[in-house]
């Protein structure tokens, strides 16, 4: 039984890079699929794609005319 402790003790680092890969790639995709419960990420959005336009972050905002 000794040799096969071994093995596993020489293969668990990858074991765990392997696991770790396999949570992240899997994060993502099902956290993409939770509905959109925060009502302020559609102003989000649109500050966002005004920063897209104007190549500029906002320091203040001086209208409301989105």
Request: net charge negative.
């Amino acid at each position: 039984m000794l040799p096969l402790t071994l093995n596993l003790k020489k293969s668990e680092p990858s074991i765990r890079i392997a696991l770790l890969m396999v949570l992240l790639y899997w994060i993502l995709p099902v956290h993409a699929l939770l509905p959109i419960d925060d009502p302020d990420v559609w102003w989000r959005f649109k500050v966002g794609e005004w920063i897209v336009q104007n190549h500029a972050v906002a320091l203040a905002l001086h209208s409301y005319e989105w």
